[in-house]
């Protein structure tokens, strides 16, 4: 196993902008050709927050103690014709089993041992966050990306903000999000607290998931109406503010970001579709792992045989709508056009 990234802090919140730019294209991840079909992008946000300013953590309220965990998770398959993008979420709190691997700090083997999802990266990094969705999944991640607050933010603002939409009132008391019925656009700060604030309502992490992959959308449509995913310039500097300085890991490359980019704009909302791993309810509580959410197995390994045979997850006229805030047991398949701003 390679050794931890020394990437700085990825948040749940960087994913998204940065898939809405990178779903086309990188580098490939060492010993891995070029994707003969489908391509597949495993999207990692950490809880650090060491890349933001003292007065950005208390204006956005992003302090407190990180664990260096992964905890967002997004599994983007683009197809083989470019034609569709699938997204699928994979919850922080599932729980997982980490395939053997080499302990950084003694060079030990270590077998392979129960642990919630976002603890991969915690133990192993980029690396061993791979490998064990790969594991649970059975689909071969091609590339991946990490993006830090500091990039989420930047990366936001170099694009003019994100417009995003609340039939309802969201407010968090930890992250103080707080955001009126209608559109909103929001700037890299508060784009920040958008993505991270999970204590909306019951839904939890799952609630905030949704808002993510909301995000994510209207990211996509943002950029693909300015025009920026066909002006080269203009995306060769928003592709080096996201990937940020050469020595933070990324298993992507600028260059093919570039020339990928314009791939994007051929894909409307109705062939994005957005999905998380449907969950079956808690497992048992477990000693050293904590409470866990369980797969819907059948379920989720039908979902991901789909991706790995480069097929659509929902039926060609299939118009499904989200539940809102999402229910644990019931999940919902849908696709971009569901969650696009009216």
Known sequence: MTKKRALSSLTLSGIVLAAGATLLGSSA???????????????????????????????????????????????????????????????????????????????????????????????????????????????????????????????????????????????????????????????????????????????????RIQRQQRFLLQALRGTKASGLLTDPVAMGRVAGTLLGAPRVDQGIGARELVELAAALKRVPAKSTEFATVPIAGFNPVREGVGSTLAWDWPKARAMFKKLREDRPLLKADARPRPYDPPRMTKSVTVRGSAYACK
Request: aromatic share 4%.
């Open 29 to 207: 991840l060492p010993g891995r050709p070029q994707a003969p079909h489908g391509l597949n992008i495993l999207v990692m946000g950490t809880d650090g927050r060491s890349t933001i300013t003292a007065e950005e953590k208390r204006k956005f309220y992003a302090g407190g103690v990180a664990c260096e965990c992964a905890d967002m998770l997004m599994l983007v398959h683009l197809s083989a014709r470019r034609d569709r993008v699938s997204v699928v979420s994979l919850p922080r709190d599932s729980l997982s089993e980490l395939p053997p691997y080499r302990d950084e700090a003694t060079g030990q083997e270590r077998p392979p041992r129960p642990v919630k999802l976002n603890g991969a990266y915690a133990v192993g990094g980029a690396a061993l966050t791979v490998h064990t969705v790969e594991a649970m999944t059975g689909v071969r991640v091609d590339r991946y990306l990490q993006v830090d607050f500091r990039r989420f933010i930047d990366t936001v603002n170099q694009v003019g903000g994100v417009e995003v939409c609340t039939p309802r009132t969201l407010k968090d008391e930890a992250t103080k999000l707080h955001l009126k019925p209608g559109k909103h656009r929001l700037r890299g700060g508060p784009a920040l607290q958008y993505v991270r604030s999970r204590k909306v309502d019951r839904a939890a992490d799952l609630g």
